[in-house]
């Protein structure tokens, strides 16, 4: 056994590997930071949208224009997806590096 401790997720790729008898393409220490750094501005970025979101919502309610709800809920919605598609598309460029 080494010295050093398996993260969750190395020990995940590994059962991984075992159980579809492939090679899941290792990560070097470099790459997971940078993966590490990428996820947490893009969650750092949707909850600011999240909270943006909810203050916009209550003024809505709070001015009697319920009906601007559900365009708010949906316009954040896809602000969310856009996010999570962009730190898809960083995340994968790092692993392919």
């Known amino acids: 056994m080494t ?4 993260s969750a997720v ?7 590997d075992r159980e579809m008898g ?3 393409p ?12 990428i996820r947490r501005k893009y969650q750092a ?12 919502i209550t003024k809505a309610i709070q001015t009697g224009a319920v009906e601007s709800v559900a365009a ?5 919605a896809e602000e969310k997806r856009k996010l999570q598609s962009e730190m898809d598309r ?8």
Not at 72 to 76: A, D, F, K, S, V
């Open 10 to 16: 190395d020990l995940a790729l590994e059962k991984l």
């Open 90 to 97: 960083e995340v994968e460029k790092v692993r392919e590096e």
């Open 45 to 56: 970025r949707i909850a600011e949208t999240e909270i943006s979101a909810q203050s916009q």
């Open 72 to 76: 708010i809920e949906q316009r954040i």
């Open 3 to 6: 010295d050093e401790l398996k």
């Open 22 to 24: 492939e090679t899941i």
């Open 26 to 37: 290792k990560l070097s220490k470099d790459q997971r930071e940078k993966i590490a750094e």
